[in-house]
Every structure is written in structure tokens, then in C-alpha cells.
């Protein structure tokens, strides 16, 4: 079955860095494109980047498109997410999704704490 699983995340200060990587399994890796979303307490469950199956094309957030960079690695079955400058409004609980055949999958989220 199709399985995402984060990991990466922690407690940060302004200012620092974080790369967060998203394994996945039970698909074709190399044929999908991938995203990256975050959830804030009490907000909803936002975009953040995305990559298309090969890698070629990107887009951001605009918040964080100059700070922030999606990558991933087809031989490794992994996305990964490098957060630089981190704010404290990138507090969040971080997700990766894949779309397949129309429908959304999830992984259980990764939690991003940016603080003095």
C-alpha cells in the first residue's frame, strides 16, 4: 500500500536550518509528482512546495520561496524539503503528498518548531 512517512523535524531557532525527507513506498516513485503542505495550530492545513516527477519543475509559497528548496531522489524513493532561515511562522506540522489516480495520500506529519 502506499506509505509516506516524514522525518526531519525539531526545534529550531530563527534563523537556523532544517531538511526534512519524506520516504515513500508502495508506488512509483519516479512517475509522481510531490508536494509539501503544513498545518499551523489552529489554521488550515496550507501548501508549501511541489516537484514534478522528474525533478525539472518546481513551485513555492511565495513566504517561502526564497528561503526554502523541494528535491528529491528517484533512486531513493525520497522528497526532501530544506527550510533555511527558518521564521517563527514556519511553525507547523509538515506533510508530503502524493496524488495517484485521484486520490490524495498523506503521511503522518513531521513537527517544525521555530523558536527562541
Known amino acids: 500500500q502506499v506509505q509516506l512517512v516524514e522525518s526531519g523535524g525539531g526545534l529550531v531557532q530563527p534563523g537556523g536550518a532544517l531538511r526534512l525527507s519524506c520516504a515513500a513506498s508502495g508506488f512509483t516513485f519516479s512517475s509522481y509528482a510531490m508536494s509539501w503542505y503544513r498545518q499551523a495550530p489552529g489554521k488550515e492545513r496550507g501548501f508549501v512546495a511541489f516537484?514534478?516527477?522528474?525533478?525539472?519543475?518546481?513551485n513555492y509559497l511565495n513566504s517561502v520561496r526564497a528561503r526554502f528548496t523541494i528535491s528529491r531522489d528517484n533512486a531513493k524513493n525520497t522528497s526532501y524539503l530544506q527550510m533555511n532561515n527558518l521564521k517563527p511562522e514556519d511553525t507547523a506540522v509538515y506533510y508530503c503528498r502524493v496524488q495517484l489516480f485521484g486520490v490524495e495520500y498523506w503521511g503522518q506529519g513531521t513537527q517544525v518548531t521555530v523558536s527562541s
Open positions: 516537484i514534478t516527477s522528474g525533478g525539472i519543475s518546481t
